[in-house]
């Protein structure tokens, strides 16, 4: 059996990175991966670095929904300390780096859903979670937290077989954790560095984004808006014209694409 030690160190022997992973931390369970990630921040813990479970007791989704994390499954939180004009487009950078690594490591083709789920077809492969603390107009803190669903079949959790899908069932094959997380990380800070050097990281997550033509409902908590998702801003809100020809500028919600 592989133990926590040498999981850390493949891992980290395959990384083409400065800082991202150059702290590794992997736990065969926990409870949430950002729970212990932000235990770390407070810390000191530097930038870059990642905690990764096998599995998660207690998952954490975005709208205070929980996220299943099996055997099988990629539970990862990466803490970087961005400038503040940087922090919007995070979610940009953890989208793309899980839609690259995923075409690398299993020859997939991954498109994004607004504003950070990455599907394979209509169905969802990846989650990403990101909390921060900004504080005196300064990022105390961000960490991305990202779930895949890598080896396992999603038919066996009736919760989410309708909508759901895993790379190993897509492909018919394991896919290596160790290769998939060190491309991810290795992509993931190519697109930090890349969007501090002034990179127009935005234009390439719209490419990806295939919510955008669509006529879709996005439930923001207190609204819905129903319309067709037009395009997204430089800082990743949505822009969705409605049926009236107004427009309505999205900064959070649920995306529902309306079948026609
Ligand atoms: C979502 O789509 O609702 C976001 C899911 C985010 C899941 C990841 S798994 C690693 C990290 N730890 C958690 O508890 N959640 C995030």
Redesign the pocket.
């Known amino acids: 059996m592989v133990n926590d030690h040498d999981i850390e160190s493949s891992i980290r022997s395959r990384l083409n990175t400065k800082f991202v992973g150059r702290h590794l931390y992997y736990y065969h369970q926990l409870p949430?991966?950002?729970g212990t990630a932000k235990d770390l921040v407070k810390k000191g813990a530097a930038e870059g670095t990642v905690v990764i479970a096998g599995t998660?007791t207690?998952?954490?989704?975005?709208?205070g929904?929980t996220?299943l994390?099996p055997d099988g499954s990629l539970?990862?939180?990466v803490i970087l300390k961005p400038p503040l004009k940087n922090l919007p487009q995070l979610v940009m950078i953890a989208s793309l780096s899980v839609v690259s690594a995923i075409k690398q490591v299993a020859g997939l083709k991954a498109h994004i859903k607004w504003p950070?789920?990455v599907m394979i077809k209509d169905k969802?492969v990846c989650?990403?979670?990101i909390e921060n603390e900004v504080k005196g107009g300064r990022v105390n803190f961000a960490v991305i937290?990202?779930?895949i669903n890598v080896n396992f079949n999603p038919l066996d959790f009736p919760e989410i077989a309708d909508i759901a899908t895993s790379l190993s069932h897509e492909t018919g094959t394991e896919i290596s954790h160790i290769e998939l997380t060190s491309t991810l990380l290795s992509e993931l800070e190519r697109l930090y560095l890349g969007v501090q050097a002034g990179a127009a990281v935005h234009r390439e997550w719209q490419k990806k984004m295939e919510t955008l033509g669509k006529r879709i409902k996005v439930n923001a908590g207190k609204t819905v808006e129903q319309g067709k998702a037009e395009t997204v801003t430089e800082n990743g809100n949505l822009i969705l014209r409605r049926a009236d020809g107004s427009l309505a500028e999205i900064v959070a919600g649920d995306v529902t694409v309306i079948k026609e």
């Open positions: 949430t991966t950002m998660q207690a998952g954490k989704g975005r709208i929904r996220w994390s539970a990862m939180s950070n789920d969802k989650g990403i979670l937290g990202i779930g």
